[in-house]
């Protein structure tokens, strides 16, 4: 049997873990147009990465009072582009995200506190495909005039939540570590 490879999209979800940060001192919204979630996986050890074009999310954050912050992050799985439709398509079905079934992923902060080096660490439920799993996110933060920007990448392991069921789970063709990175700008609201 011949197998045919293309690029495969992988979870974003943890950008929703990364993607948990924001704004000054109180509500932010979070600017979808300046922000990106992307994923990046090995397929026979060349890098392909894809992103997520919907995703929101309810952000508070106030550094002066890290316990006191909290984000969610819900992304839209079927919205992943890899850049070809067919692997776009496949990418949106069962054996990958099975979107029809679980639409999105979702991460949930539990704890945001100061890390090494100037990071910032969210910890949090990150869902995708129904399983919920506990994560820490690092990231970094500026401001810039109103608006506060988040970055940070995430390790995953796409086994961990099923995605690349039947013929992909073979982590030799398809990585099973997945890089999930963020870009978030939130404007104060």
């Known amino acids: 049997m011949t197998r045919i490879f293309r690029p ?10 990364c993607a948990g940060f924001a704004a000054s001192a109180g509500a932010a919204q979070l600017d979808a147009g300046k922000s990106a979630v992307t994923a990046v996986a090995r397929q026979i050890g060349v890098p392909m990465e894809g992103r997520f074009k919907t995703f929101s999310g309810n952000l508070q954050f106030d550094p ?7 984000a969610r992050i819900e992304i839209d799985v079927a919205s992943f582009e890899i850049g070809d439709a067919a692997t776009t398509k496949e990418v949106r079905g069962r054996d990958w995200f099975d979107a029809a079934r679980f639409p999105k992923a979702v991460f949930e902060s539990t704890a945001i506190r100061n890390g090494a080096g100037g990071k910032i660490e ?6 995708i495909k129904g399983k919920t799993v506990d994560v820490v996110v690092p990231a970094t933060m500026r401001q810039e005039g109103n608006s506060q920007i988040f970055e940070g990448t995430l390790p995953i392991r796409r086994s961990t939540f099923n995605i690349g069921d039947g013929e992909w789970k073979d982590t030799s063709v398809v990585a099973d570590e997945v890089q999930i990175k963020f870009r978030l700008v939130t404007a104060r609201t």
């Open 64 to 70: 002066a009072k890290l316990a006191a912050s909290s």
């Open 8 to 17: 495969v999209p992988l979870l974003i979800a943890a950008a929703l873990a």
């Open 122 to 127: 969210v910890a949090g439920k990150l869902t």
